[in-house]
């Protein structure tokens, strides 16, 4: 046994699969700020599928240990990452009212800091209208939500 551990020999290869997907995500963190991972995507250098290796941890979030979950979590790491992109264009939405006094958010509007497409979500948010969650249309409504500007 010691001399398979000086070689390196790996006794749990499922544990061993997970750390290095694990040590993938935290460089993609530490190089774009977020845990937010294309579902394509690979690294650069290495070519590993972390987009794959993220999607199996959000698949399997119910059957993760919790000290993983945990760790997952520590990073920022987004489990719902629809849920996660309406807080995103929610909260764009909030500063802007904020700043305009209104929320008729001109179709191609981008916020001039951020660059994110403001107007582009407001759209959907108007074309999604029948089907959002009455909890995200009372949000919308109890802020100005403009649903037909014509």
């Known amino acids: 046994r010691q001399r398979l551990d000086a070689l390196g020999f790996v006794w749990d290869p499922f544990a ?5 997907g694990f040590a993938h995500l935290v460089r993609y963190r530490k190089d774009k700020g977020d845990c937010l991972v294309p579902i394509g995507y690979r690294d650069p250098v290495t070519h590993y599928r972390l987009g794959t290796w993220i ?3 959000r698949t399997n979030q119910e059957t993760l240990s919790s000290e993983r ?4 979590d520590a990073l ?3 489990w719902d990452v629809l849920a996660f992109q309406w807080e995103e264009g929610f909260d764009h939405l909030v500063r802007y009212r904020k700043d305009k006094g209104d929320c008729l958010v001109p179709t191609s ?3 001039p800091v951020t660059h994110y497409r403001l107007g582009a979500w407001v759209n959907r948010q108007r074309q999604a209208k029948d089907t959002l969650s009455p909890g995200r249309r009372q949000r919308l409504d ?3 939500f403009v649903w037909k500007v014509r």
């Open 16 to 20: 061993a699969q997970w750390e290095e």
């Open 55 to 57: 999607n199996s941890q």
């Open 69 to 72: 979950r945990q760790r997952l």
């Open 109 to 111: 509007y981008r916020d």
């Open 76 to 78: 920022g790491f987004v």
């Open 142 to 144: 109890a802020l100005g």
